[in-house]
Nanobody, 126 residues
Framework: QVQLVESGGGLVQAGGSLRLSCAASGRTFSPYAMGWFRQALGKERQFVARINWSSGRTGYTESVNGRFFISRDNAKNTVYLQMNSLKAEDAGVYYC???????????????????WGQGTQVTVSP
């Protein structure tokens, strides 16, 4: 019923920028929140950024705060992640997530998000 498709990943040099997009499809799409998570090779999936779908209120993990910016286009059912000043530790597979339960509001936990995209690879070279 809800499908998420990420795009925009790729290989960038440290200090560079990438903009990820996540388009949602579905007849009814009104999540409480959407978020971005990432998973480095051999690591657990971790929270990166979230956005309240109605208010636009955002939140970030400390390591990306000031460098990454999440935004949404409600009319297009799309969420974006602008990533600037990329570091090697930012590399990984980035997953878009949609939270359709109230528990997703202001949530940084993957378990609060019920729908996930396939992921898009972000590689940062030295």
């Amino acid at each position: 019923q809800v499908q998420l498709v990420e795009s925009g990943g790729g290989l960038v040099q440290a200090g560079g920028s990438l903009r990820l997009s996540c388009a949602a499809s579905g007849r009814t799409f009104s999540p409480y929140a959407m978020g971005w998570f990432r998973q480095a090779l051999g690591k657990e999936r971790q929270f990166v950024a979230r956005i309240n779908w109605s208010s636009g209120r955002t939140g970030y993990t400390e390591s990306v705060n000031g460098r990454f910016f999440i935004s949404r286009d409600n009319a297009k059912n799309t969420v974006y992640l602008q990533m600037n000043s990329l570091k090697a530790e930012d590399a990984g597979v980035y997953y878009c997530a949609a939270g359709l339960r109230f528990s997703a509001v202001d949530s940084r936990q993957a378990s609060d998000y019920g729908y996930w995209g396939q992921g898009t690879q972000v590689t940062v070279s030295p």
